[in-house]
């Protein structure tokens, strides 16, 4: 199942948004938090651990396979992210790191194309991303990550949905308590124009009832393995066989 959350702001824009996640960051940690970290651990950290130049993490978020980097490898870390809000909880959580461990860390306020990176990592990883990049910022995308990467580095992208949804499917997000209010949340996903709409909705309760309601919209776009590997190709890259989960695609920069 694609995880629950999403990249890119309810509108036709080809460039990340630094206003996305005005809503979404409140809750994000909170809902979706802890579930997320044991998915990148389980995903992404044999790669990670095995990294003997860098790690590029694509699209940061709060911070899950930025702290997977700069504890699985001794290594410099290049996180990326563009929204605003969200780049603020992946600072909070670097800075109460020890100061040798933030030292190799870099947080880059942009999109990947706009970092001009070089070489900086034999490993990148893309998680929870690319789906919500549409076709042509998508292409943007592989050769920055291929200028990013050392020769015969590699590259771990989370794979779109293949399909528009058939029918509106909605995925409720487990309730949390904090000291007197309880957390709720969904995601609501139905087929729009080409697009999947992801419409998340929160509240906040307690014993009288629900306190306050927040609702914020993205939009996906899908993709076959087939389409991607075909992309990837026109930039050097080579799948890698038998690479572990068939929701994660691994790639080889030539």
């Known amino acids: 199942m694609y995880s629950l959350s999403s990249r890119s702001p309810a509108r036709p824009a080809s460039a990340p948004s630094a206003e996305a996640y005005a809503v979404s960051a409140e809750f994000y940690d909170v809902l979706q938090g802890e579930a997320d970290a044991a998915h990148v651990r389980d995903l992404y950290g044999e790669a990670v651990a095995n990294a003997r130049v860098g790690v590029l993490d694509i699209g940061a978020g709060t911070g899950r396979v930025t702290l997977l980097g700069v504890a699985g490898a001794d290594v410099g870390v290049h996180a990326v992210e563009p929204a605003r809000s969200m780049r603020a909880a992946l600072m909070t959580r670097i800075a109460s790191l020890p100061a040798d461990v933030r030292e190799r860390v870099t947080v880059h306020p942009c999109t990947l194309p706009e970092t001009g990176l070089r070489g900086v990592a034999d490993v990148a990883v893309c998680h929870n991303t690319l789906a919500c990049l549409d076709p042509s910022s998508r292409r ?16 771990l992208l989370q794979l779109p949905p293949a399909r528009l949804p058939r029918v509106r ?36 309760q307690d ?48």
Do not use: N
């Open 140 to 155: 943007r995308l592989y050769p920055a990550v291929a200028e990013a990467l050392c020769p015969g580095g590699v590259f």
């Open 169 to 204: 499917t909605v995925h409720p997000l487990p309730a949390q308590t904090l000291g007197r209010h309880e957390y709720g949340g969904r995601m609501v996903l139905s087929a729009d124009a080409g697009r999947i709409r992801t419409r998340f909705d929160y509240w906040v």
């Open 207 to 254: 014993v009288t009832g629900v306190l306050r309601e927040h609702t914020e919209t993205f939009w996906m776009w899908p993709a076959s393995r087939d389409d991607i590997v075909a992309e990837l190709a026109e930039h050097g890259f080579t799948p890698v066989p038998d690479a572990g989960d068939p929701a994660v695609l691994t790639v080889r920069r030539a």
